[in-house]
């Protein structure tokens, strides 16, 4: 009976585990403190946690591909693939919240215009304009009505990631943070390119 009673209890744990809620609460969970510094007043706080953040969830949604090529046998790759759409909005989410913070901070939209022309911030507003087109596209509804479209759409993801990357360079002039989060991106893409082409063959 005990035994059974075990059996239950972990059908019903992985069954928790494997809900999608529990996958997005998992993703949510990092905005918490971000979200108390924001309502606290303390809106400088936010920005670096949400900006970094949103760079990792794009970034990561971006190498589940070619690390599901190099290790085509692994399960964690597999399950994480079936969830990449909820990470790649997840990193809107983070990506609208340092908006958000911008948009505040800033207070008013004639302040905002005025620093358009600063690469630091158009590249910024170029990242976030396109993960918010690729987040409003990540539903069933928009793979349906887009065809093959969907897939060319969501490749502007690397866009994305590569405006985030330069907006953060020329924010802060810190070369080394944001190339060691988008190297493993680089690396990889790299070796997929080159296993299409047959360059490692040759």
Do not use: C
Request: net charge positive; charged share 15%.
């Amino acid at each position: 009976m005990m035994a059974a009673a075990a059996a239950k209890a972990m059908a019903r744990l992985q069954r928790l585990w494997q809900a999608k809620p529990t996958f997005w609460l998992l993703l949510a969970l990092p905005a918490l403190p971000m979200m108390a510094e924001f309502f606290g007043g303390n809106v400088h706080r936010l920005y670096y946690p949400s900006g970094v953040m949103a760079v990792r969830l794009v970034v990561a949604a971006l190498l589940l591909t070619p690390l599901s090529l190099l290790f085509p046998q692994s399960t964690a790759l597999r399950w994480l693939i079936r969830r990449r759409r909820a990470i790649g909005v997840a990193g809107f989410g983070y990506a609208a919240l340092h908006t958000l913070a911008y948009v505040v901070d800033e207070g008013s939209a004639a302040a905002m215009v005025a620093a358009l022309p600063d690469p630091a911030i158009w590249s910024g507003w170029l990242a976030f304009v396109i993960l918010l087109v690729l987040a409003a596209t990540s539903n069933d509804a928009s793979v349906r009505r887009l065809g093959r479209r969907w897939k060319r759409l969501q490749r502007l993801a690397y866009g994305a990631a590569g405006a985030a990357v330069l907006h953060w360079i020329t924010l802060q002039y810190h070369f080394a943070p944001a190339l060691w989060h988008v190297m493993p991106l680089v690396l990889l893409s790299l070796w997929r390119v080159g296993r299409w082409q047959g360059w490692w063959r040759r």
